[in-house]
């Protein structure tokens, strides 16, 4: 498969949480999200945002940084929401439950690269950086594989 990449500048905070509702909407159980970046680069601040773009009655999202995983019913289905920062394993994300999710639920996941050869070939990479000097600024590049992504993609970068 050919992977694809788009890019785009987000001027604020803001910018990124708009981002991440305008993508909430177009995602199903099996779609996959997988944020890289280094802390404080902004994953979970886009993960909160798209979570609870989502929700009719608004409720916190917290980091999943010890937990590993928060889960939600959202209106497509269930959503995963993890950091697999402090993950020890890989047998560790079968018994989470995490690669059965990447079927069957809408999974957003910070700091992938430790997901190894489980990495699901289907998923969205998002990759947020730091702009020098800008304290407010990130960039953000999508890269993907399947042409699922493409419409999405084509909408949010026009
Ligand atoms: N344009 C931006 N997009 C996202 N976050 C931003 C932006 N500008 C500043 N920030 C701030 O950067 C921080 C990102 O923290 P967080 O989302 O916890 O990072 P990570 O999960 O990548 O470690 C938040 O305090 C957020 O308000
Ligand atoms: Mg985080």
């Known amino acids: 498969m050919t992977r694809h990449t788009a890019a785009c500048r987000l001027n604020s905070p803001e910018e990124t949480a708009d981002l991440a509702a305008s993508i909430a909407g177009a995602l199903r159980p099996g779609d996959c999200l997988l944020l890289e970046g280094v802390i404080g680069a902004g994953k979970t601040h886009f993960c909160r945002h798209l979570i609870q773009s989502l929700m009719d009655v608004p409720e916190d999202v917290p980091s999943p940084t010890f937990t590993l995983v928060q889960t939600y019913d959202v209106p ?3 959503l995963w929401h993890s950091d697999l920062y402090r993950l ?3 047998d560790e994300l079968e018994e989470l439950g995490l690669t059965e999710a990447f079927e069957n639920a809408i999974c957003l996941v910070e700091w992938p690269d430790r997901l190894a050869e489980l990495t699901p070939a289907h998923a969205l990479h998002l990759t ?3 702009v020098p000097g800008a304290d407010d600024q990130r960039d953000i590049q999508f890269a993907w594989s399947d042409p ?3 419409p999405l993609i084509e909408r949010i970068t026009a």
């Open 88 to 90: 020890s394993s890989l």
């Open 148 to 150: 699922k992504w493409q």
């Open 76 to 78: 497509a289905g269930e």
């Open 128 to 130: 947020l950086s730091l």
